[in-house]
């Protein structure tokens, strides 16, 4: 179980700093970031997120929008993760083991 919560908030710190380097570069790059490799090896690394989160959000929700929401719903998919992470150390008898 220890296993299963440090896996998911492991790919939840990834998708989360690609999604944050996305943005920053996005920011720096302006109207050409498209062209960009980095950008585009950014928004590859981001899409599986990006899109299960444009399925299960209604169409009301812009699509420019939809980064940032899969932003804080991972962010949330973290800290969850990191509850779960706790509390399963605390549990062991040699904590030793969580480092």
Partial sequence: MLLLAVSIKLIAEIALMAL???????????ARREANVFYRLLQTL???????????TPRLVLDRHIPLLTFFAL???WVFALIGKVQQCRALP??????
């Fill in 20 to 30: 944050f380097g996305q943005w920053l570069l996005g920011l720096l790059a302006g």
């Fill in 46 to 56: 981001t899409q599986p997120f990006t899109r299960l989160f444009r399925a299960i």
């Fill in 75 to 77: 962010a949330w998919v």
């Fill in 94 to 99: 040699g904590q030793a083991l969580c480092a």
